[in-house]
């Protein structure tokens, strides 16, 4: 850990072997100009060969800002969230707003005093802004307003609840009443811990606000563009919808209701999608969301987030 100024606000870095995409990340915090002290907490969650620790390190020795970097062995996605959001709230004990960007991300200029600014205006529990996506690859129209690709979006305003953590603010009560281990270790391997977490919070009764002017841009390589990649990520979306559902409070009867009416519904959807589009890929959506709903329920479940032996 490094720096003794008061800090109101931490940002969380889980990164997995990205270094040179964490570097790109590191340089836009470090560009923000919010008007009060801020920290960054990086959690490496390869513990074989940990080079983004190393970057990190090596980025914060050349810049003024407090830091704390962890190598998290237990491998996955929720520990390494969790992990960067336990350290950070024990390390810096001042502060109130905890944060978090992902290492295939950069904030854009404002980002951090828009946010919590907005907390701190609204009293807001929570606050999520926009996720623009920029295509490292050539993508068809189509491909670019997959449902995948898209965030919420609008005017600022108070909203039901966030589904994803790229680009989040969390009150330090929120962690102290939701309690550890603050994502489900059951999406450890799949994903989908975020959602069950805002799900959770939504329950609560913790208010979320959307914050317009909150701006994150997200890279998408070629390979995340390739159909398999999208329709696997489909299921995968299904099968998280379905374990959140059942985690929190759906019978088993009235899920595998809801998966047929799903299942029912998509068919039409994924007309209108190829009618629209003219497109396969995005008009498959609908119905593999569903068909994942069903492998869930079945206990068939994706692991994108499980490492592999090689890096």
């Given at each position: 850990?490094?720096?003794?100024?008061?800090?109101?606000?931490?940002v969380c870095i889980p990164?997995?072997?990205?270094?040179?995409?964490?570097?790109?990340?590191?340089?836009?915090?470090?560009?923000?100009?919010?008007?009060?002290?801020?920290?960054?907490?990086?959690?490496?969650?390869?513990?074989?060969?940990?080079?983004?620790?190393?970057?990190?390190?090596?980025?914060?020795?050349?810049?003024?800002?407090?830091?704390?970097?962890?190598?998290?062995?237990?491998?996955?996605?929720?520990?390494?969230?969790?992990?960067?959001?336990?350290?950070?709230?024990?390390?810096?004990?001042?502060?109130?707003?905890?944060?978090?960007?992902?290492?295939?991300?950069?904030?854009?200029?404002?980002?951090?005093?828009?946010?919590?600014?907005?907390?701190?205006?609204?009293?807001?529990?929570?606050?999520?802004?926009?996720?623009?996506?920029?295509?490292?690859?050539?993508?068809?129209?189509?491909?670019?307003?997959?449902?995948?690709?898209?965030?919420?979006?609008?005017?600022?305003?108070?909203?039901?609840?966030?589904?994803?953590?790229?680009?989040?603010?969390?009150?330090?009560?929120?962690?102290?009443?939701?309690?550890?281990?603050?994502?489900?270790?059951?999406?450890?391997?799949?994903?989908?811990?975020?959602?069950?977490?805002?799900?959770?919070?939504?329950?609560?009764?913790?208010?979320?606000?959307?914050?317009?002017?909150?701006?994150?841009?997200?890279?998408?390589?070629?390979?995340?563009?390739?159909?398999?990649?999208?329709?696997?990520?489909?299921i995968r979306t299904g099968?998280?919808?379905?374990?959140?559902?059942?985690?929190?409070?759906?019978?088993?009867?009235?899920?595998?209701?809801?998966?047929?009416?799903?299942?029912?519904?998509?068919?039409?959807?994924?007309?209108?999608?190829?009618?629209?589009?003219?497109?396969?890929?995005?008009?498959?959506?609908?119905?593999?969301?569903?068909?994942?709903?069903?492998?869930?329920?079945?206990?068939?479940?994706?692991?994108?987030?499980?490492?592999?032996?090689?890096?």
């Amino acid at each position: 850990m490094a720096g003794d100024a008061k800090i109101d606000a931490v940002v969380c870095i889980p990164t997995f072997r990205r270094p040179d995409w964490l570097a790109r990340t590191l340089k836009s915090l470090a560009e923000q100009a919010p008007g009060f002290g801020f920290a960054i907490v990086v959690v490496d969650n390869d513990a074989r060969d940990p080079l983004g620790a190393k970057l990190a390190r090596d980025f914060f020795s050349s810049h003024d800002i407090p830091n704390a970097v962890f190598v998290e062995e237990n491998q996955g996605n929720c520990f390494a969230i969790n992990r960067a959001f336990g350290e950070a709230l024990d390390a810096f004990p001042e502060a109130d707003c905890f944060l978090m960007i992902d290492d295939d991300e950069i904030a854009l200029p404002g980002w951090l005093a828009e946010m919590v600014g907005l907390a701190r205006e609204t009293g807001a529990d929570i606050v999520g802004g926009p996720v623009f996506r920029v295509f490292e690859g050539q993508a068809p129209q189509a491909i670019r307003q997959h449902q995948l690709f898209i965030s919420i979006n609008g005017a600022t305003r108070e909203i039901d609840q966030l589904h994803g953590s790229g680009n989040c603010l969390i009150r330090r009560h929120v962690f102290g009443r939701l309690g550890a281990p603050f994502f489900d270790l059951r999406f450890n391997y799949l994903g989908g811990g975020d959602m069950d977490f805002f799900t959770r919070c939504r329950k609560a009764g913790y208010r979320t606000y959307w914050c317009a002017g909150a701006q994150i841009n997200e890279f998408v390589p070629a390979e995340r563009i390739s159909a398999r990649f999208l329709m696997t990520r489909s299921i995968r979306t299904g099968s998280i919808n379905y374990l959140v559902d059942r985690k929190n409070g759906l019978s088993a009867v009235a899920a595998i209701l809801k998966n047929a009416i799903s299942l029912g519904l998509s068919v039409g959807r994924s007309l209108a999608v190829l009618f629209r589009t003219g497109h396969l890929i995005p008009a498959s959506h609908p119905f593999l969301v569903s068909v994942g709903r069903f492998f869930a329920a079945f206990g068939f479940l994706p692991a994108p987030y499980k490492a592999s032996d090689k890096p």
